[in-house]
């Protein structure tokens, strides 16, 4: 199994930035793509970012395109989400997600689940 682990939540003042982490484990984490999604309360989980197993190809939420930008350092077997720009409506948990597959902005394609980090954003 691949097991994840979200850091770098916060509470930070409108426009400015914010970058969480997601430490992963297994020997096959190379080869599984990795997503951000948060939820705020009373919402949905709403699909945020996605990298592929390459890094080669990103995909952001039109609400967050421009201003977050997706990474991962297979070597180290961490992911990113650098967050700038950050607006009220960006409070959430975040939650990052792996799938043995390809990218996909889908939340029911993604089997293993980090158990999430606040971010709060001050108006």
């Known amino acids: 199994q691949v097991q994840l682990v979200e850091s770098g939540g916060g509470l930070v003042q409108a426009g400015g930035s914010l970058r969480l982490s997601c430490a992963a484990s297994?020997?096959?984490?190379?080869?599984?793509?990795m997503g951000w999604f948060r939820q705020a309360p009373g919402k949905e989980r709403e699909f945020v970012a996605a990298i592929s197993w390459s890094g080669g190809s990103s995909y952001y939420a039109d609400s967050v395109k421009g201003r977050f930008t997706i990474s991962r350092d297979n070597a180290k077997n961490t992911v990113y989400l650098q967050m700038n720009s950050l607006k009220s409506e960006d409070t959430a948990v975040y939650y990052c997600a792996a799938r043995n597959g390809p990218a996909t902005v889908t939340r029911r394609e993604y089997a293993y689940w980090g158990q999430g980090t606040q971010v709060t954003v001050s108006s």
């Open positions: 297994g020997r096959t984490f190379g080869t599984h793509a």
